[in-house]
DNA sequence: CTGGGGAGGGGGCCC
DNA sequence: TGGGCCCCCTCCCCA
């Protein structure tokens, strides 16, 4: 289930890239010592090489061809057409996908000859068409990149991009067939079929494969609890145990 | 109910 | 600019 936390959420008009483009197929990751080995065999620690997982490409630059803008048009104005979702094209009521060059168009012989090419509005001078650029189509256009799977929308097509992941899966552990969105939270489920635990706690025998569990777990070894509840003063070791003691009726004003 | 481990996802930072 | 890594966070499960 994806994670919701720290996601703009608009219900403004949003972009919609041409999905076909930020995808890729799946990819396996398939260390060249796999082969051969039928399954389920745990394979060695050396599984977890950087070069186990170099196959891994999601998105490529050239998949993204974002052509820079005419360097006199703000510098945020929409996705070029190759990025464009036709069959959601409503920016600015335009009607079928533009390319940025498209954005500017020059009605010679006219009393208004700068026409924005996003919502067909002209003006008699440049910067009138630029002023309205800013304050219209390209405040809209920045709004933010929403994803075609689920509703979230993220400020900028890299974040986006990594959010799609979390759809696309293209992690996939061979042992097992579990899909993950980057290449090192498959190394650490990887290392569920290993039993590496990579990280010890100095205070204890404990080991843990997850970084972020061994923290957790240092906490309980630490006298001073990090969360601690408004109201009773009692103490957790973490965020989300205080949550639940906080959700179990000691704060009944929360 | 509480505490803790396991697993996984998010954005941000750095190279 | 993109990928790797880090930190933080959440959910689930179990004792």
Same mark, same amino acid.
């Given at each position: ?52 997982? !170099? ?18 048009? !703000? ?180």
């Amino acid at each position: 289930m994806p994670r919701s936390f720290l996601v703009k959420k608009h219900t403004n008009s949003v972009k919609k890239p041409n999905y076909s483009e930020l995808e890729s197929p799946t990819v396996f990751i398939t260390p060249h010592f796999y082969k051969g080995l039928p399954l389920p065999v745990i394979p060695q620690p050396d599984i977890l090489s950087p070069a186990a997982y !170099s196959p891994i490409t999601v998105w490529t630059t050239s998949s993204l061809p974002l052509s820079p803008l005419p360097s006199d048009l !703000s510098p945020i104005s929409g996705y070029p057409s190759s990025l464009s979702d036709t069959s959601s094209n409503d920016h600015c009521g335009s009607e079928s996908p533009r390319s940025d060059e498209d954005e500017l168009v020059k009605l010679t012989g006219e009393a208004e000859k700068f026409q924005c090419g996003l919502c067909s509005k002209s003006y008699s001078t440049y910067s009138g068409l630029l002023k309205h650029k800013q304050l219209h189509c390209d405040a809209q256009a920045r709004k933010s990149f929403s994803c075609k799977y689920c509703e979230k929308e993220y400020v900028s097509l890299g974040a986006l991009k990594m959010h799609i992941r979390t759809h696309t899966l293209p992690c996939v552990c061979k042992i097992c067939g579990k899909a993950f969105s980057r290449p090192w939270l498959l190394q650490g489920h990887i290392r569920t079929h290993t039993g590496e635990k990579p990280f010890s706690c100095p205070h204890c025998n404990r080991a843990f494969a997850d970084r972020s569990n061994l923290r957790a777990h240092l906490q309980t070894h630490s006298d001073v609890k990090k969360y601690q509840c408004k109201n009773c003063s009692k103490t957790f070791s973490r965020m989300s145990l205080l949550h639940k003691h906080e959700e179990s009726g000691c704060c009944p004003a929360h």
